[in-house]
């Protein structure tokens, strides 16, 4: 399984401490700025409702799931392929077209993570956090 939940961060510690790349919502207003939304004073890692891939799991997500999440924005502002161990930020847009491509595309373990955006339909996007 390449997505994990978990009911509380001392669960997530046990399983893997913090090894983890964090699919995370973003709580920012719409019309936020583009600097505030990827600060890193704004962003609070380890959120029980975010969606972990495990750093084993990090090869295998990026071959199935690589050319999905192309184009997120990270911190200086550019875009780009996943960034692993950076912050990649994805517009409600985005979000919506990566839900799409899963739906169309199906990859392994598609359905927890398409279940997942649909949970963040209502939020301003979301956060691949890398290590």
């Given at each position: 399984?390449?997505?994990?939940?978990?009911?509380?961060?001392?669960?997530?510690?046990?399983?893997?401490?913090?090894?983890?790349?964090?699919?995370?919502?973003?709580?920012?207003?719409?019309?936020?700025?583009?600097?505030?939304?990827?600060?890193?004073?704004?962003?609070?890692?380890?959120?029980?409702?975010?969606l972990?891939?495990?750093?084993?799991?990090?090869?295998?997500?990026?071959?199935?799931?690589?050319?999905?999440?192309?184009?997120?924005?990270y911190?200086?502002?550019?875009?780009?392929?996943?960034?692993?161990?950076?912050?990649?930020?994805?517009?409600?847009?985005?979000?919506?077209?990566?839900?799409?491509?899963?739906?169309?595309?199906?990859?392994?373990d598609?359905?927890?993570?398409?279940?997942?955006?649909?949970?963040?339909?209502?939020?301003?996007?979301?956060?691949?956090?890398?290590?």
């Open positions: 399984m390449l997505f994990h939940t978990f009911a509380s961060q001392d669960e997530r510690r046990k399983f893997g401490g913090s090894a983890f790349m964090e699919l995370q919502k973003c709580r920012q207003k719409p019309g936020t700025k583009l600097e505030k939304i990827l600060s890193i004073e704004t962003i609070a890692h380890w959120k029980n409702d975010s972990y891939v495990y750093i084993d799991d990090m090869e295998g997500f990026y071959a199935l799931y690589g050319k999905i999440f192309r184009d997120g924005c911190q200086n502002s550019e875009r780009g392929m996943v960034d692993c161990y950076g912050v990649n930020y994805y517009t409600p847009e985005q979000t919506a077209r990566i839900a799409r491509a899963l739906a169309e595309e199906k990859p392994a598609f359905q927890v993570l398409l279940d997942w955006l649909k949970t963040a339909e209502n939020d301003n996007g979301i956060y691949l956090l890398g290590l």
